[in-house]
């Protein structure tokens, strides 16, 4: 009997404009009202994480790709950057005048670009964005001509103060040979063509999972899981039931037990129904 259901969110909870489908409201409050725990597993943090989810009513939330966990006001598992390779990106972006940003509790600061890339209406354009797009010139373009080239200009950062649960760097998925040579000690996990996310070593959305159903007491074959992008296969692999989205990733697909139709015709309530969980 499924107990738990976590949703990725973009590309699979909201769509192209960010918004939750009529059907997939229905069903996360059919699935509610029959007790089941309904939440997020996501590579975002908790800042605007409501506006994010499009006011959706969630019981826990497992955000930064895992790295922090929590339902309600208590947080069940934080797991942050160990000072010293926290010191490593922080150098490594700075040297090579990165575009890059830093997560923490409740707020992210660092470059402006990819500050911006985090509100809404920027994520709906870059939705909208061919993945045949230049990511690799576009890079090229923000590191010469990037407003701020100051030595130093990320070790300055007042949030550097704070725990670090993730890092967003702006990044083309061609060069991640290259990162995982030059910053061995973190995990890379990847949601787009446009960006990667940099998380502790071993990060993952699963195991923040694993962090919360061992909190709540559930076995992971008790949980269903939706995702559609590559920072959800593990997720996907190791719940009792993962689901891919219509729109998902193909290697996604591979790695889940069903694949329901898209993020934008229906395809949670779809699956939701097929299973028999609403």
């Not at 409050?29 to 590579?43: D, H, N, S, W």
């Not at 509100?119 to 993945?131: D, E, F, L, S, Y």
């Not at 309530?269 to 028999?276: G, S, T």
């Amino acid at each position: 009997m499924i107990k738990a259901i976590f949703f990725d969110i973009d590309g699979t909870l909201v769509t192209k404009q960010s918004k939750a489908l009529y059907s997939t409201r229905l069903a996360i409050q059919q699935a509610r009202e029959k007790g089941i725990l309904v939440g997020v597993a996501t590579g975002r943090g908790p800042v605007h994480l409501a506006e994010r989810i499009d006011y959706l009513t969630m019981d826990m939330f497992v955000t930064y790709n895992g790295q922090l966990v929590y339902q309600g006001n208590e947080d069940i598992y934080q797991h942050a950057f160990e000072p010293e390779v926290l010191k490593e990106i922080v150098t490594f972006a700075d040297q090579e005048h990165r575009q890059i940003i830093f997560g923490a509790r409740r707020r992210i600061d660092g470059s402006y670009v990819m500050r911006l890339s985090q509100v809404g209406w920027v994520k709906r354009i870059a939705a909208m964005m061919p993945r045949w797009f230049p990511v690799r010139t576009t890079k090229g373009l923000l590191q010469s001509f990037s407003p701020n080239r100051s030595t130093g200009r990320y070790g300055r950062l007042s949030i550097l103060q704070e725990p670090i649960y993730q890092c967003v760097l702006f990044s083309a998925e061609s060069e991640t040979e290259k990162l995982e040579k030059r910053l061995p000690n973190v995990t890379f996990q990847r949601s787009n063509p446009y960006s990667v996310d940099i998380v502790p070593k071993g990060g993952s959305k699963l195991l923040g999972i694993h962090k919360f159903l061992e909190a709540n007491n559930i076995d992971p074959s008790e949980v269903m899981a939706f995702g559609d992008h590559l920072n959800d296969l593990e997720m996907l692999e190791g719940v009792g039931i993962g689901v891919a989205m219509g729109n998902g990733q193909d290697e996604t697909k591979e790695y889940a037990d069903y694949v329901t139709d898209t993020n934008e015709d229906d395809g949670i309530y779809k699956a939701l129904k097929y299973f028999e969980i609403i």
